[in-house]
Antibody, heavy 115, light 107 residues
Framework: QVQLQQWGAGLLKPSETLSLTCAVQGGSFNTYYWSWLRQSPGKGLEWIGENTHRGYTNYNPSLKSRVTISGDTSKNQFSLKLNSVTAADTAVYYC?????????WGQGTLVTVSS | DIQMTQSPSSLSASVGDRVTITCRASQSISSYLNWYQQKPGKAPKLLINAVSTLQSGVPSRFSGSGSGTDFALTISSLQPEDFATYYCQQSYGTPRTFGQGTKVEVK
């Protein structure tokens, strides 16, 4: 059974960098697409982007200039960095496996951006 | 971006009711349509992928149908554990996009 455990800072100031990490336990890490999504009351569920162990990345154009998704196959972990955050980036952030659909999810991390 | 529109936004139903949620895409997405269930404070759970393929462990009272732009999720006999919010998601193109959700509440 695949389990995803995520962590990272939950309170940021405007202009800071959001950084979250997700550890994949069980399954074969190298066979998955790794994705990040977020959910806020105002924008609902939003796909941020994806990466694979081969380094292929694909980002939501609305966030592309500020996002990096990377993986560490030696640790079975992948990470999200979002630069220059504003209040509009306040949301619950989820890591997930999959590309066409998202079958395993992390527990979610509430990230609040406030001065 | 492909826009996904669900209806209704919320509905009230009783245990044993048949419930249908619809999802419309702004363009044809063939059969690239998935459904999720989300309960408060929890991550979404994948129920169905590719219109009608039930995930392992998902009860057979859940079913999906449709193609092109119009899709539906049906719960044949609503159970207490089914009160939740449901989302559709298209995987025809990127960015992947979701419907705004349908909240199924107790009548």
């Amino acid at each position: 059974q695949v389990q995803l455990q995520q962590w990272g800072a939950g309170l940021l100031k405007p202009s800071e960098t959001l950084s979250l990490t997700c550890a994949v336990q069980g399954g074969s890490f190298n066979t998955y697409y790794w994705s990040w999504l977020r959910q806020s009351p105002g924008k609902g569920l939003e796909w941020i982007g994806e990466n694979t162990h081969r380094g292929y990345t694909n980002y939501n154009p609305s966030l592309k200039s500020r996002v990096t998704i990377s993986g560490d196959t030696s640790k079975n972990q992948f990470s999200l960095k979002l630069n220059s955050v504003t209040a509009a980036d306040t949301a619950v952030y989820y890591c997930a496996t999959g590309s066409y659909y998202f079958d395993y999810w992390g527990q979610g991390t509430l990230v609040t951006v406030s001065s | 971006d492909i826009q996904m529109t669900q209806s209704p936004s919320s509905l009230s139903a009783s245990v044993g009711d048949r419930v249908t949620i619809t999802c419309r895409a702004s363009q044809s997405i063939s059969s690239y349509l998935n459904w999720y269930q989300q309960k408060p404070g929890k991550a979404p759970k994948l129920l169905i992928n590719a219109v009608s393929t039930l995930q392992s462990g998902v009860p057979s009272r859940f079913s999906g149908s449709g193609s092109g732009t119009d899709f539906a999720l049906t719960i044949s006999s609503l159970q207490p554990e089914d009160f939740a919010t449901y989302y559709c998601q298209q995987s025809y193109g990127t960015p992947r996009t979701f419907g705004q959700g349908t909240k199924v509440e107790v009548k």
